[in-house]
């Protein structure tokens, strides 16, 4: 399995970014989609979720400005980011758990996609 993160760049504050994070791969299922950031200095964090039953989970920091979505047809997941200001700048990565493909399970890290909030 192998996952692609893309739509990442320079923003000004408040513009909009949309992230997508695909997989690819013989994949059967995928239990849970989490996107992360990791900022300048910062430790990794939970910025949003989405199960397979689509149920959402947000960061405090991002509710309300942030949706998470996913495409399970396309093995895809996506970010949109509103009102975008200074602090979301980060590398955003795109994390799936249980992976279920016909080896069995498991869990998959993207690369990352630096996003870029100037004031």
């Known amino acids: 399995v192998q996952l692609v993160e893309s739509g990442g760049g320079s923003v000004q504050a408040g513009g909009s970014l949309r992230l997508s994070c695909v997989a690819s791969g013989n994949i059967f299922s995928i239990s849970r989609t989490e996107w992360y950031r990791q900022g300048p200095g910062k430790e990794r964090e939970l910025v949003a979720s989405?199960?397979?039953?689509?149920?959402?989970n947000y960061a405090g920091s991002v509710r309300g400005r942030f949706t998470i979505s996913r495409d399970d047809a396309k093995n895809a997941a996506f970010l949109e980011m509103n009102i975008l200001n200074p602090e979301d700048t980060a590398k955003y990565y795109c994390?799936?758990?249980?992976?279920?493909?016909?080896?069995?399970?498991?869990?998959?890290w993207g690369k990352g996609t630096l996003v870029t909030v100037s004031s």
């Open positions: 994390f799936l758990v249980r992976v279920v493909t016909e080896d069995g399970w498991s869990d998959y």
């Open positions: 989405v199960n397979k039953r689509g149920v959402t």
